[in-house]
């Protein structure tokens, strides 16, 4: 026997999610709970540079354990994949883990004192072949950043770059340390040449706002000059006893709560995880600052 009330809350069920796929309604936001409050936490496997090199099926495992949804990956080369899985293998095992890969960081010195783009291809298509949104600049080695006109330079390759990715469906990124803040004659930054000189419709910027405090700056001023621009961010604390070194993400000194609160004026898509030193196990550690991030800022 049928239980006609039972028939009827499923048909409205039904009903109500073939309405909200159309977008024609907004079910209950309790609905979408389990989709973890709206954004993903992901963390960059640079963080896990120790281990996942000699384990990377166990340590993508352990990540997804941990509850990030999303990783930001490093080092992919052609000839070594992603620690020695090629790019399918890889996506596959983020798949099996319940994982999506948003961004990957790559080199980009080679391609500023050369401008050759042979040398960005092959790295384009790994980022593509995993589904990457975004091919993000990870660092400028020392010479080719010396003086306003090296990032003016800089700034140039940037857009030849971003033209470059966008014929794969990926948008170019750019990571910044401290280095970017030094200021040169007239008070001008590097960070200002590359947000200012780079097509702005091409170019989005991950924000290490580890990188961006310490050099004494602040994020939320970068977002209200920059609207829009910063579309990751690098979620690292600062160790409140040294200020050199990290720690875990809510433990130290940055004031998350109110960077996050700026988090729609900043653009912000992705939210990612970094920690470069550990006083603790670096695996109790990455779950200790998801905990965070997914309990008091998402």
């Keep these: 026997m ?31 709970s ?29 990540v997804a354990k941990a509850g990030y949804k999303e990783v930001e990956t490093y080092g992919y080369s052609k ?37 050759n783009k042979e040398l960005l291809k092959p790295l384009i298509e790994g980022a593509a072949a995993i589904d990457n949104h975004y091919f993000t600049i990870a660092y400028l080695g020392e010479p080719i950043r010396k003086t306003l006109d090296d990032y003016k330079k800089v700034a140039q390759r940037l857009n030849e770059a971003a033209e470059l990715v966008k014929q794969s469906g990926l948008t170019l990124a750019y990571h910044n340390h401290a280095f970017e803040f030094q200021q040169f004659d007239g008070g001008t930054t590097g960070y200002e040449i590359l947000l200012n000189e780079a097509d702005k419709n091409l170019l989005r910027f991950e924000m290490d706002l580890y990188w961006v405090v310490r050099s ?44 996050y609160k700026h988090a729609k004026q900043a653009g912000l898509e992705h939210l990612i995880v970094e920690q470069e030193n550990f006083s603790k196990d670096p695996f109790v550690s990455i779950k200790q600052s998801f905990d965070y991030v997914n309990r008091e800022l998402i």
């Design 2 to 32: 049928f239980n006609t009330n039972h028939m009827n809350s499923r048909r409205t069920f039904i009903k109500q999610a073939s309405l909200a796929a159309a977008g024609t309604i907004l079910l209950p936001s309790f609905a979408c």
């Design 216 to 259: 004494g700056n602040d994020p939320v001023a970068l977002f209200n000059k920059y609207p829009g621009r910063f579309v990751m961010w690098h979620v690292k604390d600062m160790d409140k006893a040294n200020h050199g070194i990290n720690t875990e993400v809510g433990a130290g000194t940055i004031d998350f709560k109110n960077i």
């Design 34 to 62: 389990a989709a973890g409050k709206g954004k993903n936490v992901g963390i960059q496997l640079y963080t896990l540079r120790e281990q996942i090199p000699h384990d990377v099926k166990g340590v993508i495992e352990k």
């Design 79 to 115: 000839a070594g994949g992603f620690w020695g899985l090629d790019a399918k293998s890889f996506k596959s095992l983020l798949k099996s883990n319940g994982l999506t890969s948003p961004s990957s960081h790559f080199g980009f010195d080679d391609f500023v004192t050369t401008g």
